[in-house]
């Protein structure tokens, strides 16, 4: 007004319950803002624009509540991150720079304890990537959901849809699991594969060229149920995998899906295989952590299959009984000992945990720009855990969960780990690699920390 800048302000009185040490500063770079935050352990309450480059703020004394605050962001780029964070927005400011329109936000967290835990935990190794981890009592309500809802590319965990697809048609007397299936392993290409003499027998590959053209010159024919489901499922081959997308089709495949409720989730191009081999121009399969449990809790209550079918289903998945000596059964110990149980309980605990899942993943070439490096990191995991808690008399009752995991879209900036290079060789020259491995997995076995803890309890 008149060429002075005047401001409006709120105020509280900073007394009693109200009362907390609070800061406000104007003109300030986003570079002072983070110093002033950490020299006053504070978090923002309010940010304004104020001119080039410059906001005016107003902070108070931080709890140990989670919060983020970001600036120059699009108004897409700040729901992805609060879907990211699972966290809401309470504070929003819009401005323009040379036309174009900007977003300044504050956010608090959201999400439950547990959650925040585990998010915590991807976030160490996969900040940059798209992450979530879900986890639902069966029957029951949702105990862990951070990105639930957000679209995915989930490699090949899609694979248990083609199980059920392929079951639900045994069961409906369509097809036997002794039915033949016939598959095809694209031969070896001394000029593309220069020493390579197994190509035909790698589970990784496909049975089609770059091109699309499918190569039958390596053909079997086997059971449906104990070799091709089992391979697809055991092995993740994606050459079993395709022969049920040739035998029952893109449509069937999907159909299936809207049948079981999962209404995020679209197959659109074969598992593992390269564009061209598409029925049409390619493009990412989707899927949704709510999705898969959809997928995982409709068998486990027979909503889709039952009998011999469901077990048939539950069986060809990885897993059954835990490993005593493994990463989740430690958890079992480590809970145990801090409720006073002896070893014989985490012993018989560990032995009545059950886990069924189908993983998946994908080192690929970004859509647009240079690659290897950075090549893109995918990764996913859903299935279900059957833990042992005790009734009031002391006989186990299983309750079963679903759960499921991703990171999608990650860059890792090192080249391809080589066909004959270790892990740990691979680790040491690619810290990224081994953060965002570490992460992913640290996660999948603490995601039932508290539920393990809460069965130990009634014993």
């Not at 053909?219 to 499922?233: A, E, F, I, S």
């Not at 092995?235 to 040739?246: E, G, M």
């Not at 690619?430 to 393990?452: H, M, V, Y």
């Amino acid at each position: 007004m008149g060429g002075v800048t005047r401001y409006s302000a709120v105020m509280i009185a900073n007394t009693g319950v109200d009362a907390k040490s609070w800061w406000w500063y104007l003109n300030v770079t986003p570079s002072q803002i983070s110093s002033y935050l950490n020299t006053n352990h504070a978090r923002l309450i309010d940010i304004e624009r104020a001119g080039s480059g410059t906001y005016n703020v107003i902070m108070q004394a931080a709890g140990s509540e989670y919060w983020w605050w970001y600036y120059g962001k699009s108004a897409s780029s700040i729901g992805t991150l609060a879907s990211q964070n699972g966290a809401r927005i309470y504070d929003i400011e819009s401005y323009t720079v040379l036309g174009v329109r900007y977003f300044a936000a504050l956010m608090i967290n959201d999400v439950n304890a547990e959650t925040s835990r585990l998010r915590e935990i991807m976030r160490g190794g996969l900040d940059g990537g798209s992450y979530g981890v879900y986890l639902k009592r069966i029957g029951s309500g949702t105990d862990v959901n951070l990105q639930e809802g957000v679209i995915f590319e989930p490699a090949s965990a899609l694979k248990a849809l083609h199980l059920l697809h392929a079951l639900r048609r045994v069961q409906a007397g369509s097809e036997f699991l002794t039915t033949d299936i016939t598959w095809y392993a694209k031969p070896t290409d001394p000029a593309r594969y220069p020493g390579e003499t197994d190509y035909g027998d790698d589970k990784n590959k496909c049975a089609y060229t770059d091109t699309g053209v499918l190569q039958t010159s390596v053909t079997y024919v086997d059971d449906l149920g104990p070799v091709v489901l089992m391979q697809m499922m055991r092995q993740s081959d994606n050459r079993t995998t395709d022969a049920l997308v040739r035998r029952y089709g893109f449509a069937a495949l999907n159909a299936t899906a809207d049948l079981a409720g999962m209404t995020k989730t679209q197959l659109y191009h074969r598992i593992g295989c390269p564009a061209a081999s598409s029925p049409q121009p390619w493009h990412h399969n989707e899927l949704t952590l709510v999705d898969a449990g959809k997928l995982y809790e409709g068998v486990s209550n027979a909503a889709f299959l039952s009998g011999s079918n469901a077990t048939t289903f539950w069986n060809t998945l990885l897993g059954g009984a835990i490993d005593a000596s493994g990463a989740l059964a430690k958890i079992v110990r480590e809970e145990a000992t801090s409720l006073g149980k002896t070893t014989a309980v985490a012993d018989a605990f560990i032995a009545n945990t059950q886990v069924r899942s189908k993983g998946g993943s994908y080192d690929s070439c970004p859509a647009s720009g240079s690659c290897n490096p950075p090549y893109i990191y995918t990764r996913t995991a859903a299935g279900r855990i059957q833990l042992p808690f005790k009734n009031r008399l002391g006989t186990i009752v299983p309750r079963y969960y679903v759960f499921g995991r991703f990171v999608d879209g990650l860059a890792i900036n090192c080249t391809f780990k080589g066909s004959s290079e270790g892990n740990d060789a691979y680790a040491a020259r690619c810290p990224s690699w081994k953060a965002a491995n570490d992460a992913f997995t640290k996660a999948g076995n603490e995601l039932f920390r508290a539920q393990i803890r809460a069965a130990l309890l009634t014993w």
